[in-house]
C-alpha cells in the first residue's frame, strides 16, 4: 500500500541465479492494464487506465520512468485496438 493506494509491484530477476536485480511500483492496482516488454531492450511499457501507456527505461540495473520515450508500434494496447475498429466500422456505414 502505497498513499492509502494498493499498487501493483513490478520485479525483475536474473534468470540464471533468480537474483533481484530491481522492483518498482508502476500503477495503481486498480488502474493497471498491462505490462510489456520492447523488443531488443530492457525497456517495460506499462499501461494503467489513469495515465496511459508508458514506458520504465532501464539504465543503470534500474528501471525508471521515462515520460519522453516514444512508443514503438507494435506496443498497443487492447482498447486502443477496440477504438480503431470501431472507427473504421463507423466509416463503412
Known amino acids: ?14 534468470t540464471e541465479n533468480n537474483t533481484l536485480v530491481d522492483c ?3 500503477a495503481r492496482a486498480w488502474d493497471f492494464w498491462g ?6 531492450t ?10 496511459g501507456i508508458y514506458c520504465y527505461k ?3 540495473m534500474k528501471w525508471e520512468i521515462d515520460i519522453s520515450a516514444e512508443r514503438p508500434e507494435y506496443i498497443i494496447s487492447k ?7 470501431s472507427e473504421s466500422q463507423d466509416a463503412v456505414q
Not at 530492457?42 to 495515465?51: E, F, G, L, T, V
Not at 482498447?79 to 475498429?85: C, M, Q, S
Open 42 to 51: 530492457y525497456n517495460i511499457w506499462i499501461q494503467s487506465a489513469d495515465i
Open 79 to 85: 482498447y486502443e485496438k477496440l477504438d480503431v475498429v
Open 24 to 26: 518498482f511500483y508502476p
Open 58 to 60: 532501464y539504465a543503470d
Open 1 to 14: 500500500m502505497y498513499d492509502g493506494f494498493d499498487f501493483i509491484k513490478v520485479s525483475v530477476y536474473e
Open 35 to 40: 505490462i510489456c516488454w520492447e523488443n531488443d
